[in-house]
């Protein structure tokens, strides 16, 4: 015998928000959740840059003398099969290319003969935008608290890969960072570099499988201000 159990989307485990045929009938409320700025997010979906790391919980209930059959089912859009099909009743998943996904969530609570089928009304979304990487010429590190630190320009999107290095022009490695939000303070080996061009290599990749290869150099201009004066 086979029922069709309707629901509504829970934000939390352990939060009794369904509406099933019967409460004595096992049922499931799937979250999925995130971090974000160091705060655990529960959504239905995500509209953003990569890497996106999500957890996404079953959160079965009324289960009773049942056993649970998992299926999660990623997709992406325009595709009829999942590229992806996993079994636990937890799993995370870090989403590394750009595109529109889908994550559905299919139980089968088994108890001898007896099969309730469970499926998700609407699937999570996750949409991962298209890399973007830009980088400054020049950087004013005197300590007035405005762009005294090299960085890539605000806005960069969908970096999964990076690596920046910073030489001298006798080919001297002075600093290397692997994070697209990290940068230089105009220091090496704990002492300020003098004002001069530098040479800047990264080397990363976007989600869309773009890949930047960035040589240029770039200004220390410490004696500048950012109206444009000189400071002596």
Known sequence: MQRFISFLLTLVCGIIT??????????ANPVMTYTDDGQEVSETQYDGSAPFKATFKA?????????SLY???FTRSGETAPFLVRYDQDT???FLQSGTFSVELRVSFVQGTDTLAYEMDEPFSIAISESKLEVPNAFTPNGDGVNDVFRVKEGYKSIVSFKAMVFDRWG???YEWIDP???WDGRSAGHAVPDGGYYLNIQARGADGKHYNIK???NVLRGYTESGTTTE
């Open 18 to 27: 369904i509406a099933a045929q019967s409460d004595d009938l096992p049922t």
């Open 181 to 183: 939000a990290g940068g």
């Open 172 to 174: 001297k490695k002075l």
């Open 216 to 218: 240029k150099v770039i």
């Open 71 to 73: 299926e999660w089912r």
């Open 92 to 94: 995370e998943y870090e």
């Open 59 to 67: 959160c079965p209930e009324h289960t009773g003398n049942y056993t």
